[in-house]
C-alpha cells in the first residue's frame, strides 16, 4: 500500500502499482476491490501520507535517490527540509474537498465554440448546480480578453487554449502569473478550411503566398498549422502569412476573400461548409490523433483561497466531460449548447460537429466519430509538446526547463484524484510518446525532438 | 420653412425610402439553387430548412424586428437578454461616462477659457491626445482599471471630454469684452461673473461641445461593447455577427442609429433652450 506508507521511511517502494495505490499490484487491486475501504482508517492521516507521498515521488522519481537523501538527512529531518519548501498544510487542507464551498456564486469565461462544450454543457443540464454552486458563464469576445479577465479575476475560472496557461506562467505575452490547466477540454476538433476557389490545391506545397487565420499566438491551432506547413517544405514565417483572428470573424474574412484558410476551431470550420465558403482540406485528428485544444483553466491564487471551490467546480466539468465522451450523448449535447446563450449557432452545424457525421464542403457525406472528443487528462508530455513548439517557432528564448514548466501547469494530480472519485479511468502515467504526422514525439528528449526539425525558427 | 416645404420634403423622404427597400428587396431575392445530388448532404447543409442565404430582404429584417420589439425585456441567462435590456446597459455607461466628462471638462474648460496663461501651459497635452482613437486606450484601461465595464465608461469619459473641454475654453475666452468690461466696472466678485456673465454668454457653445460629444460616445460604445463583451447593443451586434446572422446585425444597426438621432435630438433641444440673439 505505497501511497498510505510513510514516504519518510526509506525501505518503502513508493509508486502506484494499481489503480488505487492501495495495492502493490493490480491483482491484489482487484481481489480486494468487494472488500473494505481505506476510509475505515483515520481519513485525515491517510490523506496527509497520500499528498506527502505524491511530493516526495514529485521530488525523487527514483526510489534509490529517495533511499539515499532520507538515510543521509533522517526521516524527521527530512520533512522538516521539504516542508520549509513545499506547504504540505496548504496541500493537505486543498485535498479536503468534501468541506464547505469558500465561494459559491462563480463567473466563468469561454469563447463560444464547441471546444468549450463540456464548461458549456455543464450548465443547462445543471452539473454546476448539483455541486452547489451557482455559476455564470460570460461569453467573451476573444482569447486576449480571456487572458485578461482572468489575470484580472474578474473570472474565477475560465475556458483557455491550453497552451495559454503556460504562456501566462512564463510571462509571454503580459504579466506572469502562476495559471494552471485543471483539465483539458477537448482533443482534436479542429480542422484546416480553405476557401471553395482552393478546391484544386489540396497540396500544401502549392499553398506559398496563402494568407491564414488562427485564433491567438499561443494555441495548438497555431502550432499544428506551423508544424503541418513546415513538414510540407514551407517556412510559416516566410512562406505564408499567419494572422491572428478572433473565430467568429474567421468565416466572414474568408467570405470576403481576406483569407486563403484557416485552422480554426468548431463550430467555424463547419459553419463555413455551411456557409458555402469553405471547405474542410484536414481534420486536425488526421495530423495528431489525440491532440489537446482547449483547457479548463484557474489561477494558483484562487485554488489556494478556494481548495473546496475548486474541487466542486473540477467533479462539475468532469462529469460533463464523462457525459461528452459517450458517443450516443452528442445529438443532446449539440441542442443544449446552440441556443443564443450559448454557442448561439444552427443545431444542424453544431450537430455535425459533435457527431461526425459531417458535409465536407466537397459534395461528401464523412463519418468520423472521433472528430471532437473530450478527454479531460492532463497530459504532462502534451505540455512538453507545446513548449518545443514554443521554443521552435521563437515564442521562448533561451533554455527551458521542459518538466518542471509542465508539471507547474498541468495538474495531474488533481486530475487522478477527482477522476477517482467519479470513478472514471485516469491513467497512472503522467508522459506518454505520441506520433505528430507520423512523428514520434518522445517526451524525455525534448531538445533532441527539436534539434530534429530542419525548418524552424533560427535561435 | 413653410408647411407647403415640409410637406414636400417628407414625400420626397418617402419616395427615396420606397426606392431603397425596393432595390434592397430585388437585390437579395431568393436564387433558384442548383439541387444537390445527394440528399444526405443536403440536408447537413441545410437546404430546405429555413436557411438565410447572403443578405437578408426587407420582409425578413421587419420579422426579425417584429420579433425583438414584441418582447425587449426578456432575459434568458448571462448572454441571451432582450434588445431593451441591452440598450438600457449601453445608455447607462454613456450616461455615466458623460456625466463624468461634463464634471471633468466644464470647469477645467472654464479655467483655461479664462487664464491664457493656461491656455498656453495646457495646450500641448490637449493636441497630443485629443486625436488618439479613444478605442486605443482600451488595452491600457484593462490593464489599468482591472475591469472590462468600468473600462468601457473610461473610454467613454476620455472620448467624449475632449470637444467639450475644447468648447467650453473657446466660448469662455470668446465672451465678449464689453460684458466683461462692464461686469468689472460694476464690481461684481469673480464667482457671480462666472455663473452670472460667462456661463450664459458661453452656454451655446458648451452646449456645442456636449452635442459633439454625444455624438462620438454613441458611435464609441458600439466599438468598446463589441471588444469587451458581456452585455450592451455592441455587444448583441458582435453575438450575432458570430452566429453570421445578418438580418439581427441589420435591425441591431437601424436601432442604435434611431437611439443616437433621439439623443442628438434632445441635446438639440437644450441648446435651443439657451441660445440668445446678440
Not at chain 1, 486543498?94 to 464547441?114: C, N, R, V, Y
Not at chain 1, 461526425?356 to 505540455?383: E, I
Not at chain 2, 440528399?39 to 438565410?52: F, I, P, S
Request: hydrophobic residues 45%; contains cysteine; glycine residues 8%.
Amino acid at each position: 500500500m505505497p501511497a498510505f506508507d510513510n514516504p519518510f521511511d526509506p525501505d518503502v517502494r513508493l509508486g502506484a502499482a494499481c489503480g488505487c495505490g492501495e495495492h502493490g499490484s493490480q491483482a491484489e487491486h482487484e481481489a480486494d476491490s468487494a472488500g473494505d475501504e481505506p476510509a475505515s482508517r483515520d481519513a485525515e492521516t491517510l490523506n496527509g501520507r497520500v499528498i506527502q507521498s505524491a511530493v516526495m515521488r514529485a521530488l525523487f522519481p527514483r526510489d534509490a535517490t529517495r533511499r539515499r537523501f532520507l538515510a543521509a538527512v533522517g526521516s524527521s529531518g527530512a520533512l522538516a527540509a521539504i516542508s520549509s519548501v513545499v506547504p504540505f498544510g496548504a496541500l493537505e487542507a486543498m485535498a479536503q474537498d468534501k468541506g464547505s464551498l469558500e465561494k459559491k456564486d462563480l463567473k466563468i469565461g469561454f469563447i463560444p465554440i464547441t471546444c468549450a462544450t463540456p464548461l458549456i454543457m455543464a450548465d443547462p443540464l445543471g452539473f454546476y448546480r448539483k455541486q452547489g454552486l451557482n455559476v455564470t458563464l460570460n461569453k467573451t469576445a476573444g482569447w486576449a480578453l480571456i487572458r485578461d479577465k482572468m489575470l484580472n479575476k474578474e473570472h474565477d475560472a475560465s475556458h483557455f487554449l491550453s497552451p495559454m496557461p503556460l504562456a501566462i506562467s512564463l510571462g509571454l505575452g503580459s504579466a506572469a502569473q502562476a495559471m494552471n490547466v485543471a483539465t483539458i477540454q477537448n482533443i482534436n476538433g479542429q480542422a484546416i478550411t480553405l476557401h471553395v476557389k482552393h478546391k484544386d490545391k489540396r497540396d500544401p506545397k502549392q499553398w506559398k503566398g496563402f494568407k491564414f487565420a488562427v485564433p491567438f499566438d499561443y494555441s495548438m491551432h497555431n502550432f499544428l498549422l506551423r508544424y503541418y506547413v513546415a513538414e510540407h517544405g514551407l517556412d510559416p514565417d516566410t512562406d505564408i502569412q499567419i494572422r491572428v483572428t478572433p473565430p467568429p470573424e474567421m468565416v466572414a474574412n474568408l467570405r470576403a476573400g481576406n483569407i486563403d484558410g484557416f485552422l480554426g476551431p468548431d463550430p467555424f470550420n463547419q459553419r463555413a461548409v455551411y456557409d458555402e465558403v469553405g471547405f474542410i482540406h484536414i481534420l486536425s485528428k488526421d495530423l495528431w490523433d489525440g491532440h489537446p485544444c482547449c483547457a479548463f483553466g484557474v489561477s494558483d491564487a484562487f485554488i489556494k483561497e478556494n481548495p473546496n471551490t475548486f474541487a466542486a467546480l473540477y467533479r462539475a466539468v468532469l462529469t460533463s466531460a464523462a457525459m461528452a465522451r459517450e458517443a450516443r450523448n452528442r445529438p443532446l449535447i449539440a441542442e443544449v449548447i446552440s441556443p443564443p446563450n450559448y454557442l448561439n449557432q444552427p443545431v444542424t452545424v453544431v450537430e455535425q460537429v459533435l457527431t461526425g457525421k459531417f458535409a465536407d464542403g466537397l459534395g461528401n457525406v464523412k463519418n468520423v466519430p472521433d472528430r471532437a472528443d473530450f478527454d479531460p487528462f492532463p497530459w504532462q508530455s502534451m505540455a512538453v509538446w507545446i513548449l518545443t513548439q514554443m521554443k521552435r517557432w521563437g515564442y521562448i528564448k533561451g533554455d527551458v526547463d521542459y518538466r518542471q514548466i509542465a508539471e507547474k501547469v498541468f495538474l495531474v494530480a488533481d486530475a487522478r484524484k477527482h477522476m477517482a472519485e467519479l470513478e472514471m479511468k485516469a491513467p497512472a502515467r503522467s508522459y506518454a510518446r505520441f506520433k505528430v504526422m507520423g512523428k514520434e514525439f518522445d517526451p524525455a528528449k525534448p531538445d533532441a525532438y527539436l534539434a530534429s526539425f530542419a525548418i524552424r525558427k533560427a535561435a | 420653412m413653410s408647411s407647403r416645404d415640409f410637406w414636400r420634403a417628407a414625400a420626397l423622404s418617402l419616395v427615396f425610402l420606397a426606392v431603397l427597400l425596393g432595390v434592397w428587396h430585388l437585390a437579395t431575392l431568393p436564387r433558384q439553387q442548383a439541387s444537390a445530388a445527394n440528399d444526405e448532404y443536403a440536408k447537413l447543409m441545410g437546404k430546405g430548412a429555413k436557411k438565410t442565404e447572403g443578405l437578408p430582404t426587407p420582409a425578413q429584417i421587419g420579422e426579425t424586428a417584429w420579433k425583438h420589439l414584441a418582447d425587449p425585456f426578456y432575459d434568458r441567462g448571462s448572454n441571451d437578454k432582450g434588445i431593451g435590456i441591452q440598450l438600457a446597459y449601453s445608455l447607462a455607461r454613456v450616461g455615466l461616462g458623460y456625466a463624468l466628462a461634463i464634471l471633468f471638462a466644464v470647469p477645467l474648460g472654464f479655467l483655461i477659457g479664462m487664464s491664457p496663461l493656461m491656455h498656453r501651459a495646457l495646450d500641448p497635452f490637449i493636441q497630443v491626445l485629443k486625436p488618439i482613437s479613444p478605442l486605443a486606450w482600451m488595452p491600457i484601461a484593462l490593464y489599468t482599471i482591472k475591469d472590462s465595464s468600468v473600462s468601457g465608461v473610461f473610454v467613454i469619459f476620455i472620448c467624449s471630454v475632449w470637444p467639450m473641454l475644447i468648447n467650453t475654453a473657446h466660448g469662455v475666452a470668446s465672451v465678449r469684452r464689453d460684458w466683461l468690461n462692464v461686469a468689472r466696472t460694476l464690481e461684481v466678485k469673480p464667482l457671480r461673473r462666472a455663473f452670472l456673465v460667462i456661463l450664459p454668454a458661453a452656454a451655446p457653445t458648451i452646449l456645442t461641445g456636449m452635442r459633439i460629444s454625444m455624438g462620438i460616445a454613441w458611435l464609441v460604445i458600439v466599438a468598446a461593447e463589441m471588444l469587451v463583451g458581456g452585455t450592451g447593443i455592441g455587444y448583441f451586434v458582435w453575438n450575432e455577427w458570430n452566429n453570421l446572422n445578418l438580418a439581427n446585425v441589420i435591425f441591431a444597426i437601424l436601432t442604435i442609429g434611431v437611439v443616437g438621432m433621439a439623443l442628438d435630438l434632445a441635446i438639440g433641444r437644450l441648446q435651443k433652450l439657451v441660445t440668445y440673439v446678440d
